[in-house]
């Protein structure tokens, strides 16, 4: 059973800097994807970053140059992944949610991963970002 969990949330004010850390467990195929999504109440989730085992990445346009998603470091089943956060901004306020998608390797994968939140199937709880202007 794959199990993820975030944290590294909390409040900065604009211009400010955050770093979320990502651990899940129970990944026993060798290929998969970790991602950041977020969402605010009343809006649609949004694809922030993914990653695949391979070490590719991709960012979505709204973060693209500010956040930076790291390389997957694993251990047997165990993995962890970072989000840095940089120059946020009041719109970055949102809950931000870890991910895992099984079998996910390469540039379309990625893209529908991070666009369609596809093959996503396992969820962290979140952990809040609340950016102050």
């Known amino acids: 059973q794959v199990q993820v969990a975030e944290s590294g949330g909390g409040s900065v004010e604009a211009g400010g800097s955050l770093r979320l850390s990502c651990s899940a467990s129970g990944l026993y195929q060798k290929t998969f994807c970790l991602g950041w999504f977020r969402q605010v109440p009343g809006k649609e989730r949004e694809g922030v970053a993914v990653?695949?085992?391979?070490?590719?990445?991709?960012?979505?346009a709204s973060v693209k140059g500010r956040f930076k998603i790291s390389t997957i470091s694993q251990d047997n089943a165990n993995a962890t992944m970072f989000l840095e956060m940089n120059s946020l901004k009041p719109e970055d306020t949102a809950e931000y949610y870890c991910?895992?998608?099984?079998?996910?390797?390469?540039?379309?994968?990625?893209?529908?991963?991070?666009?369609?939140?596809?093959?996503?199937?396992?969820w962290g709880k979140g952990t809040l970002v609340t950016v102050s202007s």
């Open positions: 990653v695949d085992s391979d070490g590719g990445g991709l960012h979505a």
């Open positions: 991910a895992a998608a099984l079998g996910c390797s390469g540039g379309s994968y990625l893209d529908a991963a991070l666009h369609y939140a596809y093959g996503i199937n396992y």
